[in-house]
């Protein structure tokens, strides 16, 4: 318990480029629950990381819906052009 | 004709799956198109050697693979020799936001309430896609292993060949990144200097999925831009 408290209020006082780690390993979801806990504490009383933690939660959340879009692209685009094909054709017929 | 001596029916049975393998891995079409056509001519020369052991396309494919290693490792030189790159890549990859201490130095911009409200909105989609594209292919491709396609971090160290500490490194990278690139185009309006409520709105989840954090769910304004050694 001692040693819960005592990452919590580590995690809280670090230097907040720490916590830009910190934030990362958190949406990788690596981060341990004291270092969560303090990390979140910090987040509340410091408004550039809140600031911070919500852009690189709103990229988490965006990358998860480039997924079915992006490969909704990638189905359509999944063909070799044909003027590709053709050329390749040419090239391989002269071989 | 031999079957395997074939090249016209290498490009009909195999020439999507080359293709979609080439341009995810090299993102340019271009280049994926000479290096298609180097595995090809490099298949029909080396034909003989192709003892049947694995099936057509699996050969062919590690010879496309050997092209694009090649590839890569001769652009990993290039870049090494004129770096950097580009403005806009060099200008991502500078770590300018704290100070010697690790405090804050830039604070990060506010993002465009219009843009980010909504992520249906082309102009994200647009902005989200080139920013991207501006980061370094390592770091591209292990954010959209793991995030777009929420790949386990085992497979996707294997399929990138770099251990978990190194993918946690590229996934802070690309994050760092695209945050700062996305923030040079969808800046907010600096005289407001309010947290735009998309931001509030993804506090509040970061703040329940953490479960004890503030009880508050109000996002307050900005103090001011001098908050230099905010720790």
Redo the contacts between chains.
Sequence with gaps: MIAFVREIVRVI??????H??M??????G?LARAT??G???H??L???C??????????????????R??QDR?LR?????VE??D???A???G? | MPPLTD??RW?IDH??M???YA?ARVRD?HVA?EL??AA??AA?ESHAGFRGESTERTWLMSILRHKIADHGRARQRERTLREPASAAAASLARDD??NE????LN??A??SRSL?RS?ESDD??RE??ACLGLLPAGVAEA?IL?????ID?PIACAELRITPENL?VR??RA??M??KC??GKLAGSPSKRM?HQ???D??G???AS?????K?GR??A??GPN?EG??
């Design positions: 006082n670090v230097p907040c480029r720490s830009s780690v934030m990362s390993a958190s949406l990788d690596r969560r806990v990390l979140s504490i987040t509340v410091c408004v550039p809140r600031r911070l933690f919500a852009q690189f939660t709103l990229l988490h959340d965006a990358a998860k819906k480039l997924s879009e992006a990638i685009n999944e063909a070799m052009p590709v094909r050329r390749l054709r090239t391989l017929r071989r | 090249p016209e490009l020439g999507d080359l293709w979609r341009i079409t198109e298609i056509q090809l001519v029909l936001r704290y201490h690790g405090g804050w604070l990060p506010a993002w980010t992520l994200f989609w989200f896609e954010f793991r995030e777009v396609r929420g971090a946690w996934m802070h994050r760092e695209l945050r996305l923030s947290v998309a931001e509030a993804h506090a989840n970061l703040r953490h479960g004890k954090g503030s508050s996002v307050s900005i103090r908050l905010t720790r």
